[in-house]
């Protein structure tokens, strides 16, 4: 997962503010082959958060893989990538997912 945004656009659905500029830089990639057929776009931030998760969690399997980290020790990171691929595909409750928003924004006050 490439974790740095190679150009930031500025925009604004109300006035209209560079909406060109966006439209132009989706064709270029486009056009220029720089996005591929088997490339993903994530383009809502809890999910993008929620893959990155998921990817830390199975390097820790890589590399207790390598080491020889025991079957059980595995399992609980396997799990945790599972989880947060889970908050994707909808496996994860509202419960779940209300509590982290509530757990993360200050709603109210």
């Known amino acids: 997962i490439n974790t740095t ?6 925009l604004s659905a109300k006035t209209g503010f560079g909406v ?14 720089a996005l591929r057929n088997n490339e993903t776009i994530v383009t809502n931030t809890r999910h993008y ?6 990817f830390e969690e199975i ?4 590399y207790g893989l390598e080491t020889g ?3 059980d020790l595995l399992a609980i990171d396997i799990r945790q990538a599972l989880y ?12 779940d997912l ?9 709603i109210g006050k």
Do not use: Y
């Not at 958060?49 to 998921?54: E, P």
């Open 49 to 54: 958060d929620a893959l990155l998760k998921a």
């Open 20 to 33: 060109e500029q966006l439209t132009n830089s989706l064709l270029n990639l486009i056009n220029t082959g």
């Open 84 to 95: 947060h691929f889970g908050e994707i595909t909808g496996e994860i409750t509202n419960d």
């Open 5 to 10: 945004i190679a150009d930031v656009l500025l």
């Open 69 to 71: 980290l025991s079957g």
């Open 59 to 62: 390097q820790k399997v890589k």
């Open 98 to 106: 209300l509590g982290n928003i509530f757990a993360n924004f200050c």
